[in-house]
């Protein structure tokens, strides 16, 4: 049986800072097609471009020149309202440092997708109530994200990702803060949704000990692919159950699997990468709740219709929820 197409960039371009003297082009030239029912793994080093190719796929961003079709659909056309409408139906976002909404409880973190779609807080809270069973943190489910383990906390960002049934779902570095036993889990789980879900997965890493769960490798290397690589849902079997790593990681010249240590040009690139990311979160969230309304605007429509969910202190918008969870975890760490 012929695979549908999921994803289909035509000459994609991303150029940050155009005309500036710190022009940077993030993405050149990229050119793929991504199927239904893959697991793709996006794999290069720090600044390569991973996180852009993500977030521009996705329809978070829009990319200076060429075209992007997901399920058939040219997203690069969409009204900003179409826009946050198909990302709300269609794909789920997954993030290294969870975002969870803190002052939410876990299964209100899990359903708050739903609540602007207009379903009933009974069904929205059945719904989460499965998907934390199966994640197996249901017993967590009155928590705050504060209370629960990095991984528990990813485990209910992935329910999230799940609760409107998208068939796709991006994941930007998902195991990146996790301990070993932890992203094991949590791969676990995103292979489980692959093979018996039948969702498609795609994932951006820079960890070569991940790469044995793709059925689809894209390399990645200064905005530009560099290689791809294919694996039968079968051939991937074998690398998973055997504990193999997947074949041909450093066989790319100027591929250093083990890129642990930046250069201080690196680490500018991450400094740059890393506002952008926390702004794409932030338009994620926003989208997620209703592509018309600022966060700020939806934060106490949530407290008047949701009476379990507590008030934050004083009025915050979505942004500076998600910078306080993360400012929490550096504190953890
Ligand atoms: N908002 C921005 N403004 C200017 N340049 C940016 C911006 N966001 C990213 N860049 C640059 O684009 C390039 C690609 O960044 P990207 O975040 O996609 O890399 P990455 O592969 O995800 O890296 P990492 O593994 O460190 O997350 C880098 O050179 C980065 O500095
Ligand atoms: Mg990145």
């Known amino acids: 049986m012929e695979k549908e197409i999921a994803i289909k960039t035509e000459n994609v371009n991303v150029i940050y800072d155009w005309g500036k003297p710190s022009e940077t082009k993030a993405l050149s030239d990229i050119n793929t097609t991504i199927y239904e029912e893959d ?26 020149s060429g075209k992007i079709f997901v399920l058939g659909k040219n997203i690069t056309e969409f009204s900003p309202m179409e826009s946050a409408k198909f990302h709300r139906a269609q794909i789920g976002m997954v993030f290294q440092a969870y975002n969870l909404i803190p002052t939410l409880t876990v299964i209100d973190n899990v359903a708050l997708p739903q609540v602007f779609r207009g379903i009933s807080r009974e069904k929205r809270l059945l719904r989460a109530k499965i998907l934390l069973q199966r994640f197996d943190i249901l017993p967590q489910a009155d928590r705050l994200p504060s209370e629960l383990s990095g991984g528990q906390q ?13 068939p796709i779902i991006f994941a930007d570095e998902p195991v990146g803060n996790l301990d070993s036993k932890s992203a094991k889990i949590v791969l676990d789980i995103l292979y489980d949704l692959n093979v018996k879900d039948k969702k498609t997965v795609i994932l951006v890493t820079h960890d070569p000990s991940l790469l044995k769960y793709a059925t689809h490798i894209i390399y990645m290397k200064d905005g530009f692919i560099v290689g791809e690589k294919r694996f039968s849902p079968k051939q991937r079997e074998v690398t998973v159950s055997s504990q193999l790593e997947q074949p041909f990681v450093s066989s790319l010249s100027g591929f250093s699997s083990q890129s642990t240590t930046i250069s201080p040009i690196e680490s500018s690139a991450a400094e740059k990468s890393k506002k952008r990311e926390e ?3 932030e338009l994620v969230e926003t989208m997620q709740i209703d592509g018309t309304e600022t966060a700020r605007a939806v934060e106490p429509k ?13 009025e915050l918008t979505i942004g500076e929820l998600i910078k306080g969870n993360r400012e929490q975890e550096q504190i953890k760490k």
């Open 39 to 64: 697991f793709v793994i996006f794999f290069g080093p720090s600044g390569c471009g991973k996180s852009t190719m993500l977030y521009t796929v996705s329809g978070i961003e829009k990319p200076t």
């Open 154 to 166: 990813q485990r209910v960002g992935i329910a999230r990702a799940l609760i409107n049934e998208q």
């Open 279 to 281: 702004m794409a979160k």
């Open 302 to 314: 949530i407290i008047q219709t949701e009476p379990k969910i507590t008030a934050p202190q004083k």
